[in-house]
């Protein structure tokens, strides 16, 4: 067994969910116990100096936090539509027209997350989905960075976000085997981008679907990618030989729901000449996508789903982007 493959398994081994794997990022109860620390010393301290003054302090409003989407917008040919300005979009959230107070349409710089699914489900198609992987680096700008997750039973950040050439040559030895951490390793690319500085920020899952150890849920996965404004395009490489009828219009449904619900795209297995062609798509879409953000009017955090529809002043056109998101809880 190769060096590469030694420090894969052992990556592997070490990781669970919430992990915290390849990532700077602190374990959610060590943040949660100094915040928690944090808290209670303010307390102390301006509680103490509260009693000392009779007259009472102004409430402070904390402002709801700003809300990016990243639109697509699509003619009749299937072309995207260039040159539209602040004043072509409504942005309605629950229904309710939204001010604009962020708007961009120059190409810029994204931050993809490639996750590859190396459980026994995959053993037919691992290659496939290596290839895949490949083709899509291949077509990234100089100034787009990437980073490769692997997945199975367990998860790993096996390639870093950073601009390369080639994804690292440690895929090529993976064997597909075990089972599919698909869920937990999402949660954890999710968070990882969104500690990322690109505003447009997307994961590519390269996968049957098949969930079958996470211990986050599909609900888990769609919250975290919502939260961090991660558009998913999903491609579906399910071998329908080796599934069950019911086991493959499951998996489909998981990954079509991932994929919509954040304004992507699902994309059936791209085989062949096709493949290229698919992923240097999904590449010009990032790149020539709408960034629109806004402070929502409605005021609750009571942890909601809040459904987003956007509307572009032109006729026949199509309009893509995450079709809500969770409110946040006070």
Not at 54 to 76: D, F, K, S, W, Y
Not at 228 to 256: K, P, Q, W
Request: aromatic residues 8%.
């Amino acid at each position: 067994m190769s060096s590469r493959s030694k420090s894969w398994s052992a990556r592997m081994r070490s990781c669970g969910w919430p992990a915290t794997c390849a990532s700077t990022r602190a374990p959610i109860e060590g943040r949660k116990m100094r915040i928690s620390g944090a808290l209670l010393l303010m307390a102390l301290v301006f509680g103490s100096a509260a009693a000392q003054r009779p007259e009472q302090e102004p409430i402070i409003r904390l402002e709801a936090p700003l809300v990016l989407l990243n639109v697509t917008v699509t003619g009749g040919d299937g072309r995207y539509v260039s040159k539209l300005s602040e004043r072509d979009f409504t942005i309605l959230e629950d229904g309710r027209p939204q001010p604009i107070a962020h708007f961009s349409a120059e190409e810029t710089p994204f931050a993809v997350a490639i996750l590859l699914d190396v459980s026994g489900s995959m053993e037919r198609m691992l290659r496939i989905a290596r290839a895949a992987a490949r083709g899509f680096v291949q077509g990234l700008r100089e100034s787009d960075v990437f980073a490769l997750y692997a997945f199975a039973t367990q998860f790993a950040q096996i390639q870093p976000f950073g601009a390369y050439p080639e994804i690292e040559p440690e895929v090529w030895s993976l064997k597909a085997e075990g089972y599919t951490a698909l869920y937990d390793c999402l949660v954890r690319a999710a968070r990882d981008l969104a500690e990322r500085p690109e505003k447009r920020r997307a994961i590519l899952l390269l996968s049957d679907g098949a969930d079958t150890t996470s211990r986050a849920s599909l609900d888990d996965a769609l919250r975290e990618a919502l939260a961090a404004n991660v558009t998913i395009y999903a491609v579906d490489l399910m071998d329908e030989a080796s599934a069950s009828a019911a086991d493959v219009a499951r998996a489909r449904m998981a990954l079509r729901t991932l994929s919509e619900q954040t304004g992507g795209r699902y994309i059936r297995d791209p085989g062949g000449a096709q493949m290229y062609a698919t992923f240097q798509a999904i590449v010009q879409e990032l790149g020539h996508q709408y960034t629109l953000g806004y402070y929502p009017t409605w005021e609750r955090r009571d942890g909601r789903w809040r459904r987003i529809e956007v509307r572009v002043a032109r006729t026949g056109v199509t309009v893509r982007t995450r079709r809500g998101y969770y409110a946040p809880r006070s």
